[in-house]
């Protein structure tokens, strides 16, 4: 055995030991151990416990490196690096750093705690890719972020998702929310899409895109909401509720509801007289119905009168149409020669058509026409300007028959406070 003292051997330099062992404490049962060409074994305490190669240290059953603060700026290699939740199928650890052992690793390290990285920067994220170093997650304010060529484009952080911004004051961040900024975008900010769809109007959205967000006008806001659809349903809107409100005052709360204020300093106020809050149109340059602040309707009024029909007698077919239980006959309901057709040709009421089957309710009860309030308006103004010829005509007739009558009219009528007939 060779000795190791103060003063060791000259010769010991180049011994060759030639595949013997080389007995490193007294019990002879801790050795270093060259007896395979390129390979060097420790044995300690009579257990095979590492083993070198070129450029590798093993770690051999039941061996183990101990955990040690990694000092070296980098690690090569030409294998894979991964991270996963796999068990050691020795020490029965779950979670691993491991490679495919092109990093000269051939088990899995695994790690009882935590890993730490550096928080990076947008220039430099903590974690990217090796051929785009600019683009990556780096940590900052309590918040994850992610990066592209060195700009922020989202961030996590609690319970909260920005889009190219970084905080909302209005969003709580323990309860959760997402902020999305457009920048100086004028096109959609949220599309839905689903491939069912193919709707074919691209001069507005994709063929597939069935709901979009964007902007009403480009530099001053607000917000249009489109649907598309290849059917005839393009946009529902439904409001589910566990009760209902009836109150019929200006008190008064419904399920669905549209809202209008006007700016008043930072704050929102009333929109003040005569403010249009409501618009309903069929194309987007022509209003064809409108609510304003004080609760009046104005609507197109271009469609035809109805002086081709008497009007009187009109309105009172409507009645029996609309309420058949609730009219009294009369000896004037002799002389009415308008019928249900009538009022559908007119457009006062709807036409249902049983063989339609979208005019049958989702239980398979046929659906009732509905009223068009603003024909029977019409039909209304209409039966009062034509009583009003009839009767001046009737006066004319009564004051050939007897002179002074209109005038005798006239006084009733000052005395009941109505405006008298013109002479």
Same mark, same amino acid.
């Given at each position: ?13 180049s011994a060759d030991l ?43 059953? *039941? ?28 020490? +029965? ?26 928080? *990076?920067?947008? +220039? ?95 530099? *001053? *806001?607000?917000?249009?909401?489109? +649907? ?153 103004v209409g039966a009062i ?39």
């Amino acid at each position: 055995m060779p000795y190791f003292g103060a003063s060791p051997s000259s010769t010991l330099a180049s011994a060759d030991l030639n595949g013997q062992a080389l007995i490193l404490d007294a019990d002879a049962d801790t050795t270093i151990t060259a007896d395979t060409d390129d390979q060097i074994d420790i044995r300690i305490a009579g257990a095979d416990d590492f083993r070198f190669t070129a450029n590798t240290l093993t770690a051999l059953s *039941g061996s183990t490196i101990a955990a040690q603060a990694l000092t070296a700026t980098t690690l090569t290699g030409s294998g894979v690096l991964s991270i996963d939740d796999t068990t050691d199928s020795t020490s +029965g650890t779950s979670g691993s750093i491991h490679t495919d052992g092109g990093l000269g690793v051939a088990k899995d390290i695994y790690v009882g705690s935590q890993i730490t990285i550096q928080n *990076g920067s947008a +220039g430099a994220p903590s974690i990217n890719l090796a051929g785009d170093t600019d683009t990556g997650l780096y940590w900052t304010s309590q918040a994850l972020a992610y990066v592209t060529d060195t700009t922020e484009r989202a961030r996590f952080a609690a319970s909260n998702l920005y889009l190219a911004d970084t905080a909302n004051a209005n969003m709580t961040a323990a309860n959760g929310g997402i902020t999305i900024n457009q920048t100086d975008a004028d096109n959609e900010i949220l599309a839905l899409k689903s491939s069912d769809v193919a709707h074919g109007m691209t001069d507005e959205t994709e063929t597939d895109t069935f709901g979009l967000m964007e902007k009403e006008g480009a530099a *001053g *806001g607000g917000l249009r909401i489109q +649907g598309a659809t290849e059917g005839t349903v393009g946009m529902q809107l439904a409001a589910n509720v566990v009760s209902v409100n009836t109150t019929k005052t200006s008190s008064g709360r419904a399920s669905n509801e549209i809202r209008t204020y006007k700016k008043s300093g930072t704050a929102v106020g009333n929109t003040g007289a005569n403010a249009n809050m409501l618009l309903v149109s069929a194309d987007g340059d022509v209003a064809g119905f409108i609510v304003d602040s004080d609760g009046d309707v104005f609507i197109d009024g271009s469609q035809s009168a109805f002086d081709e029909y008497d009007d009187g007698m009109m309105l009172r077919t409507f009645m029996q149409e609309q309420t058949p239980k609730g009219i009294i006959k009369t000896e004037f309901d002799k002389w009415v020669k308008y019928n249900k057709k009538s009022l559908e040709e007119s457009g006062i009421i709807g036409t249902i058509d049983p063989d339609n089957p979208d005019h049958y309710h989702k239980d398979g009860t046929l659906s009732r026409p509905l009223v068009c309030m603003t024909q029977l308006q019409r039909l209304e103004v209409g039966a009062i300007v034509q009583q009003r010829a009839m009767f001046e005509t009737l006066k004319s007739v009564v004051e050939e028959m007897l002179p002074g009558f209109a005038d005798k009219l006239n006084e009733r009528l000052e005395e009941q406070h109505l405006p008298a007939l013109p002479a």
